[in-house]
């Protein structure tokens, strides 16, 4: 469904939607909506994220929000290292999602700097892609299936 809404909006070469074991995976390229060392939400980011606001709402899955960089040493001295910008990459978003009306118990916060890279960093173009937020919407676990057991420990 997420990937349709971003399509009628064009917005699907902006965005990449994937699922993995742990749930649906939104994954934002820094063109969409970071600039070089930044934090601040461009105008241009909002139309992406207030479409998967639209997505969230009905639903009351948890949401995981990882901040990335590319291996380029911040420059800016609010984030003096690339952990410190990664998670505050996320936790700009995390605060879009909060006041589009997205419960803040519902988000989980993590950077991963620039080790998680999706590309070699070598050339620009895979440095902003590297430089990303990525959105995971986790999926729900059927508690009646879960059948939890002391763990057996061999001596």
Sequence with gaps: QLTAMLSSQNLGNEVSVQTNIEGVLISLSERLIFKNDQTDLPQEALQVLNTIVEMLRPIDNKVRLVGHTNNTPSTNPLYPDNWELSLARATTVARYLISAGIAPE?????????????????????????ARVEIIIIYKVDSSVINITSPVIAP
């Design 106 to 130: 519902r988000l989980i916060i993590s950077g991963q700097g620039e080790y998680a890279p999706v590309f070699p960093n070598d050339t620009e173009e895979h440095k902003e892609l590297n």
